[in-house]
């Protein structure tokens, strides 16, 4: 299943994402919003930029009327989230993008059992979506930050995308397409996953994988067998932990951790940064201790690979 697709997209949620900017902003992106979803509201319209779009009870409504919809986005409540993907999986969608995070964990393990079985690819929870600059927004990352080009960002926090973005286009360097995980601790994409899409996608030269010490899935880097074997891919990588400066036994600045580590033990991050840096190390990718640095890293990963070709 590709990661990315560019086809019609249905929108599951309520009421209110539709008085806010996500919506406009994705259309304006180029994004096909065929239908949404909301219970109660079928039979309504949306007055969207691009025409008025059907509102419809149920996914199944909404894909029989329109066969071509891909991707759904998925705006529920954390409560509801698990209820609609089942729904979106039932009625035969294939690539979900769920923006609400907070979901209670076993209801991912259910959902990406569900997924696996499917063959469904799920991106987040939590996950701001995918943007392929001056083409397709599938979430609500913000576009005025990236500019078109040849790096792929991915990323956990759509915060640290966005500025390493904004350094690489000061350095001349545009995104070929920035893919954000998530937050939550489980996730139904990780880092790998990413890296087997992009190792095909002939829009990307070069990639920066960004991950923070704090986030739980550690998916990033622990396991520096499968993060090598990407060395051969022909695209140089760039990775970046944010947190691994903080001292240990520092509570993670994300508030939801936080309060929950007021429940429990104190939350660390600086161990687990290590933890993921040192596999980095091992698999010999190049690692920047600040943002400011991913740019010129990557220039020069991208001027040695051109001076690789040119001697062989």
């Known amino acids: 299943m590709k990661l990315i697709s560019t086809g019609q997209v249905l929108v599951q949620g309520t009421s209110e994402i539709l008085t806010g900017k996500h919506l406009p902003q994705v259309q304006a992106c180029g994004t096909d919003i065929a239908a949404i979803v909301i219970v109660g509201q079928g039979g309504s319209t949306w007055a969207g930029a691009q025409g008025d779009v059907p509102i419809f009870d149920l996914v199944e409504q909404a894909t029989e009327v329109m066969p071509e919809i891909e991707t759904t986005l998925i705006f529920n409540p954390a409560y509801a989230v698990l209820d609609a993907a089942l ?61 078109p080009g040849g790096v792929a960002i991915v990323s956990c926090y759509s915060s640290l995308a966005a500025e390493v973005a904004t350094r690489l286009t000061k350095a001349g360097l545009g995104q070929s397409v920035s893919i954000n995980l998530g937050s939550d601790t489980i996730l139904g994409t990780d880092f790998h996953r990413c890296l087997e899409f992009l190792k095909d996608d002939p829009q990307t030269e070069a990639i920066a994988l960004l991950d923070y010490g704090n986030s739980g899935h550690s998916n990033l880097c622990l396991d520096s067998k499968l993060l090598g074997k990407y060395l051969n891919l022909g695209k140089p990588l760039v990775a970046y932990v944010a947190g691994h400066l903080l001292p240990r036994e520092k509570p993670i600045p994300e508030i939801g951790s936080v309060i929950a580590s007021q429940f429990a033990s104190t939350v660390t991050t600086t161990s687990n940064a290590k933890l993921k840096i040192n596999a980095l190390k091992k698999a010999k990718i190049l690692i920047a201790d600040y943002p400011h640095q991913i740019p010129d890293l990557i220039k020069k990963a991208m001027a040695d690979k051109f001076l690789t070709k040119s001697v062989s």
């Open 87 to 147: 729904e979106a999986i039932d009625g035969g969608l294939r690539r979900l993008i769920v923006i609400t995070g907070g979901i209670p964990p076993l209801d991912i393990v259910r959902l990406l059992r569900k997924a696996k079985a499917t063959g469904t690819t799920v991106l987040g929870p939590g996950s701001k979506g995918i943007l392929i600059p001056n083409g397709v927004l599938l979430g609500i990352q913000e576009p005025h930050f990236f500019s």
